[in-house]
């Protein structure tokens, strides 16, 4: 067990629709990641969170918004969802604002199927 | 820009067999690596890391990877594999000077033969 929690671990919807999925980080860690895993484009970056203010952006469309509360957890949204948003999403979290000289502990990810 | 190739799509070895995964980065900058596994319905380990310092570092489980600048690669390795190994394993890179964001290769999936 990370000590990373992602609620929910399974997610179906309809296109067009909004999801939110959820990360709570291990505790005392200030860094949120989120990634994307999917067949086609492998694991990407997403978006990066320190202490709830957003630190570094990948691959994220338009569509897609995080965000990093008070508490440090993290929720990322997802909206107009079309097919190809159907992927594996992981959240880690790290102690720093670099995994230079820490590491990155990954939740066990939130499966979305857009049907 | 960067990016990280695994060559190996699918690797299976026997029981017992020595194991070595392959990775290539390309990275202008000195990089900083990483070896992660992740087994069905699981999420991703870390098995090792490398900063800087000695090219042959040592991991969980009895992996160790070396970092061959000329080469680019950063190949992990374990002299006996277990059962329980089976998995995916990927190779990543900290793609700016903070080692935050990784980039990951497309993963390496192991299978292990009685």
């Known amino acids: 067990d990370s000590g990373v929690t992602q609620t929910p671990k399974h997610l179906i919807t309809a296109t067009g629709q909004r999801v939110t999925l959820r990360c709570s980080p291990r505790?005392?860690?200030?860094?949120v990641y989120w990634y994307q895993q999917s067949l086609d484009q492998g694991l990407q970056f997403l978006i990066q969170?320190?202490?709830?203010?957003?630190?570094a952006k990948g691959n994220i469309l338009e569509r897609f918004s995080a965000q990093q509360f008070p508490d440090l957890h993290s929720e990322l949204n997802l909206s107009s969802l079309e097919l190809g948003d159907s992927a594996l999403y992981f959240c880690?979290?790290?102690?720093?604002?670099?995994?230079?000289?820490?590491?990155?502990?990954f939740g066990q990810g939130t499966r979305l199927t857009v049907v | 820009a960067q990016s990280v190739t695994q060559p190996d799509i699918h690797i299976t070895v026997s029981e017992g067999a020595s194991l070595e995964l392959r990775c290539n980065y390309s990275?202008?900058?000195?990089?900083?690596l990483f070896w992660y596994v992740q087994s069905p319905g699981q999420g991703l380990q870390l098995l090792l890391k490398?900063?800087?310092?000695?090219?042959l570092v040592q991991g969980i489980k009895g992996f160790e990877a070396e970092f061959k600048r000329s080469q680019s690669s950063f190949n992990l390795r374990k002299p006996s594999v277990h059962w329980s190994d089976a998995a995916e394993y990927f190779c990543?890179?900290?793609?700016?000077?903070?080692?935050?964001?990784?980039?990951f290769g497309q993963g390496t999936e192991l299978s292990v033969k009685p």
């Open positions: 969170y320190y202490n709830g203010e957003e630190r």
């Open positions: 990543a890179v900290g793609a700016d000077n903070q080692g935050v964001k990784l980039i």
């Open positions: 490398y900063f800087s310092g000695d090219t």
């Open positions: 880690a979290s790290s102690a720093l604002g670099r995994t230079v000289n820490t590491e990155a502990f």
């Open positions: 505790s005392g860690d200030l860094s």
């Open positions: 990275y202008g900058a000195t990089p900083y």
